[in-house]
């Protein structure tokens, strides 16, 4: 997930904050809502609602939206959302997973191909690039939470597979199953995570050079754009070269 990670550093300090602030309520509203839906809409009894929660409240998303879009699940007004997974390669061969939760198929399929075609990519058929990537349980923390070998340690002692520490944060990964026990059992130690997520973690990466950096960005940024896609994974890496080059446009 690097390259996905200096994505969002460099759109970061390209500013919009706001807009993106309001997006990203939408998103993290919707999949609470779905959660709710398709569980118990009580936290303590549904483990995807719960985490839906969790990392709503990791973005500043107020208390009242949360419980709105929980009492929306129970509405006779909510669209049947599906979760459809879109499979693609992009500039420099990278490969692009796209999750959806969309209520229009249609919809969403011909908006994730138009914003692939843009981009000089293209769509493929489900499982044409998911086999490079591993699908793991992602639990990060502040860098307060405590010091790397700290961390290690907890983590170790909860069954996570891997920690990375920067000045920044911690970010801990483990095997998509055992997500749920590895992220009670750290919280027990460091307190409440920053956000925990299921996601797609590349096998290798692809270095890519600033040419294809752009592009790569004006992809993910008009695939996160779209309301329907909920998250977007890859396993492109900037060079130093793209890196100094983006940062000081």
């Known amino acids: 997930m690097a390259g996905h990670s200096q994505f969002k550093n460099i759109m970061h300090k390209k500013g919009a904050a706001d807009a993106r602030r309001s997006k990203a309520f939408s998103k993290l509203a919707k999949e609470i809502t779905v959660a709710a839906k ?18 709503a409240r990791a973005e500043n998303m ?12 129970a509405g ?35 908006a994730v191909r138009a914003a692939f075609t843009k981009s000089g990519g293209a769509l493929g058929e489900t499982g044409s690039v998911s086999f ?24 170790i002692e909860a069954g996570a597979d891997d920690v990375q520490s920067d000045e920044e944060s911690h970010t801990i990964i483990c095997a998509f199953e055992a997500t749920g026990d590895v992220s009670a059992a750290l919280e027990e130690r460091l307190g409440t995570p920053e956000s925990v997520k299921i996601i797609w973690k590349p096998q290798n990466l692809v270095p890519v050079d600033d ?31 793209a890196m100094a080059k983006l940062t000081a446009a």
């Open 38 to 55: 398709l569980g118990l809409p009580d936290p303590k009894m549904n483990s995807r609602l719960r985490l839906a929660v969790q990392n």
């Open 62 to 73: 107020p208390k009242d939206n949360i419980e709105r879009a929980i009492k929306k699940a």
């Open 76 to 110: 006779d007004d909510t669209s049947d959302f599906a979760e459809v997974r879109y499979e693609g390669y992009g500039p420099g061969g990278t490969a692009i997973i796209v999750e959806t939760l969309t209520d229009n198929r249609n919809r969403t399929a011909s």
């Open 132 to 155: 490079m990537f591993d699908r793991v349980g992602e639990i990060t923390y502040k860098a307060a939470a405590g010091s790397a070998d700290a961390v290690m340690e907890a983590a």
């Open 211 to 241: 040419e294809k950096a752009e592009t790569l960005i004006d992809l993910v940024d008009r695939l996160e754009d779209d309301d329907d896609v909920q998250a977007v994974f890859s396993n492109f890496e900037f060079s130093d070269e």
